[in-house]
């Protein structure tokens, strides 16, 4: 039997809400998608930007849901005998049921943003603290005005450490969040030129990342990447934020936490540091350079909430990509296996220069070839098509030996791309699916990546029925995030 994670009654006091209907003790778990939730949890019906919770409580219900939480103003569509608890406004519900849950918590609190690295830095932290004690981490990219609420809502008041991300795309989304979170550890991990549909510049960017200061605890500290070119200016702003204890990372010789060197290898990395001046050696057990820099901003926090450094370190070796972030996926093709790299969760210049990375590391059966298949980079503004077009530096220093473009931003790096890499090019990932399933062979490597409003993730899709030699059950792709309209945010 699970643990309750919530009695009614307390949820009930933190919300103001009315009680109705024949409704259990206690609930356990929260619940915002009609589709996933479980027997015991409550149902918060959310009104997103193009579905209303509300028209979901009776599926909620039969489904298991131990109670709706709704608007007074819908309550009446809900049966006589529904269990309900009535609000005002069932966002704001969730939000105050989640400032209580921070209140009720001993737990110590980190906070993660930057533009690239949010959810791998998570994962990282998640392995690094479970090996001190109880952790509780958000879910996938739950960072955004209801994933915060949501995810720290969630939160047992048993954990010892709580992990939560906080995107933004637009300045003044952070601070809310933050003082609602009230971390003990802040992390920003890189300012990029990401979301710059929505600023005029790179600094507005990092200033509105450094509002994840403002809902510092007292004492806490603020843990920054020393290699950005926004250093500086991120360190002031945590000072002017009244931030005493502010702490970098990175290969910058005056790193309170300093990468030594690393060995990256085509399935993990191996890691030299010295983490707030303690030397430690261990082991990513996912590839690429950006999760070994990733882990250092992971440990110094783990360190600074007084967790095993030792014992968070030797965790890492556990890190696994998410889905859709270098998820990679076996093919079965006529004459031998290809090695599909699944990156199609989201993309900006800096982790599709990262990604590509990862694929010029991939290794090869003769006669195989490294393949890209790239879908546009969203919300990048005016600079938008040269971003695009100077992926083709990376493309070439990585050795990436076939292109796929896919979209009208994408257009820019077709066009210069040299006609030996030419892969092919469609307007929209739908159309590109057709050419790339043709063109897969055994001994390949491709890497499929895109903004998440590209659509590129049906794609991966198409390769796994055509190709993956696991049932649909088994596929890394069986596990996909399903709450009501994920919006990732940077």
Not at 36 to 65: M, N, P, S, Y
Not at 259 to 272: G, N, Q, R, W
Not at 295 to 301: D, F, I
Request: with cysteine; hydrophobic share 45%; charged share 20%.
């Amino acid at each position: 039997m699970m643990a309750s994670l919530w009695t009614v009654e307390a949820i009930a006091a933190a919300t103001g809400a009315e009680c109705v209907g024949p409704l259990p003790q206690a609930v356990t778990g929260i619940s915002i998608d009609s589709r996933t939730v479980t027997a015991g949890e409550a149902f918060f019906a959310i009104k997103g930007d193009t579905h209303d919770g509300h028209d979901f409580v009776t599926a909620a219900l039969r489904q298991g849901a131990a109670l709706a939480v709704v608007a007074r103003k819908r309550r009446d569509e809900c049966g006589d005998d529904a269990p309900l608890l009535v609000v005002n406004d069932v966002l704001e519900a969730l939000r105050a049921l989640a400032r209580a849950a921070r209140r009720r918590s001993a737990a110590k609190i980190v906070a993660v943003t930057g533009s690239v690295g949010k959810t791998s830095t998570k994962a990282a932290l998640a392995l690094a603290l479970a090996a001190s004690g109880e952790t509780h981490a958000s879910a996938a990219s739950f960072n955004n005005h209801w994933g915060v609420p949501l995810s720290l809502a969630r939160m047992p008041e048993s954990a010892r450490y709580g992990i939560f991300e906080i995107g933004m795309n637009h300045a003044g989304e952070i601070t809310p969040l933050v003082r609602m979170v009230r971390p003990h550890v802040a992390i920003i991990t890189a300012v990029e030129p990401v979301h710059l549909e929505f600023f005029s510049s790179v600094e507005e960017i990092a200033d509105a990342k450094a509002e994840i200061f403002l809902g510092l605890e007292p004492g806490g500290a603020a843990v920054i990447n020393r290699d950005n070119p926004h250093f500086a200016r991120l360190r002031r702003r945590a000072e002017e934020a009244g931030v005493g204890n502010v702490v970098s990372f990175g290969e910058h010789a005056h790193a309170e936490t300093r990468l030594i060197k690393c060995a990256l290898h085509p399935d993990c990395s191996t890691v030299e540091a010295k983490i707030l001046g303690q030397p430690v050696t261990y082991k990513v057990g996912a590839p690429g350079r950006h999760l070994v820099m990733n882990s250092l901003a992971a440990l110094t926090a783990a360190s600074l909430v007084g967790a095993d450094l030792a014992r968070a370190a030797v965790a890492l070796a556990q890190q696994a990509p998410a889905a859709g972030r270098g998820t990679r996926i076996t093919l079965e093709l006529p004459g031998g296996r290809a090695l599909l790299i699944d990156e199609s969760y989201n993309a900006n210049p800096t982790s599709m220069r990262a990604a590509l990375a990862l694929l010029g590391q991939a290794p090869l059966a003769p006669p195989g070839r490294r393949i890209a298949v790239l879908g546009d980079m969203l919300e990048l503004g005016p600079t938008s098509e040269d971003l695009h077009r100077g992926l083709i530096d990376a493309i070439c220093q990585n050795g990436i030996d076939l292109v796929y473009c896919a979209g009208p931003l994408m257009a820019a790096l077709w066009d210069v791309l040299p006609s030996a890499r030419r892969g092919g090019y469609a307007k929209t990932a739908a159309e590109l699916e057709p050419q790339v399933i043709a063109a897969v062979r055994a001994g390949d490597a491709i890497m499929v990546k895109a903004s998440l409003g590209s659509r590129m993730g049906p794609l991966v899709k198409a390769l796994v029925r055509h190709h993956s030699s696991l049932p649909p059950s088994l596929s890394p792709l069986a596990g996909e995030v399903r709450e009501e309209e994920v919006r990732v945010q940077g």
